[in-house]
């Protein structure tokens, strides 16, 4: 796992570190010394802590004006233990949605496991997004992921699976795949 970074393509683009507004802002990178572990596996120093042991993140693209936010997860999201959307929630999303963002997409390729515990936390999110007109989607989930996230009915809050699961997001500009969500969005909530 130490050797999955963070997507970098887009760092012309946007860097969370050099982001005022973001909550890793001024954070600083050994990209030399490997300390953050999940589980007994060490995972690249790009990726960041919001407070859980298995579940980490890098915010690869915010864009406060048109309210998107995209972030790239690594790990074992873990509500049964851990709560892990709690401190995904209270450390990172609260204080985006501060700053503008309503729009959220998750990429989820290097998301292992999920192990749910109850749904608060995301009916929360959901009506706090909506109501502003934004929302959440999860992109390129593994199936048994979703699966699970399926088994407690997230798909009440976020949007899973069918066409976000086959978008090829890399060969896009940031704001370019935003659009592309947004109107496959779009096209789901018209039908």
């Given at each position: 796992?130490?050797?999955?970074?963070?997507?970098?393509?887009?760092r012309?683009?946007?860097?969370?570190?050099?982001?005022?507004?973001?909550?890793?802002?001024?954070?600083?990178?050994?990209?030399?010394?490997?300390?953050?572990?999940?589980?007994?596996?060490?995972?690249?120093?790009?990726?960041?802590?919001?407070?859980?042991q298995?579940?980490?993140?890098?915010?690869?693209?915010?864009?406060?004006?048109?309210?998107?936010?995209?972030?790239?997860?690594?790990?074992?999201?873990?509500?049964?233990?851990?709560?892990?959307i709690?401190?995904?929630?209270?450390?990172?999303?609260?204080?985006?949605?501060?700053e503008?963002?309503?729009?959220?997409?998750?990429?989820?390729?290097?998301?292992?496991?999920?192990?749910?515990?109850?749904?608060?936390?995301?009916?929360?999110?959901?009506?706090?997004?909506?109501d502003?007109?934004?929302w959440?989607?999860?992109?390129?989930?593994?199936?048994?992921?979703?699966?699970?996230?399926?088994k407690?009915?997230?798909?009440?809050?976020?949007?899973?699976?069918?066409?976000?699961?086959?978008?090829?997001?890399?060969?896009?500009?940031?704001?370019?795949f935003?659009?592309?969500?947004?109107?496959?969005?779009?096209?789901?909530?018209?039908?």
């Amino acid at each position: 796992m130490h050797t999955l970074e963070p997507y970098f393509n887009w760092r012309d683009r946007y860097i969370a570190s050099e982001d005022k507004k973001s909550p890793f802002f001024g954070t600083v990178y050994d990209e030399f010394s490997f300390s953050t572990k999940i589980y007994n596996y060490f995972i690249h120093p790009q990726w960041d802590d919001i407070g859980s042991q298995t579940l980490y993140l890098k915010v690869i693209y915010a864009n406060y004006d048109e309210g998107y936010g995209v972030i790239e997860l690594i790990g074992e999201w873990n509500d049964c233990i851990n709560n892990d959307i709690m401190f995904f929630k209270n450390n990172l999303l609260n204080r985006m949605m501060r700053e503008g963002i309503n729009r959220f997409i998750l990429l989820g390729e290097n998301v292992l496991n999920f192990h749910f515990s109850d749904d608060c936390y995301y009916e929360e999110w959901y009506e706090e997004t909506s109501d502003e007109g934004g929302w959440i989607v999860c992109v390129n989930f593994r199936q048994h992921v979703l699966d699970e996230m399926n088994k407690i009915n997230l798909g009440n809050y976020l949007f899973l699976g069918g066409k976000f699961d086959t978008i090829n997001w890399r060969t896009l500009k940031p704001m370019h795949f935003c659009k592309k969500i947004d109107e496959l969005i779009m096209k789901k909530l018209t039908v």
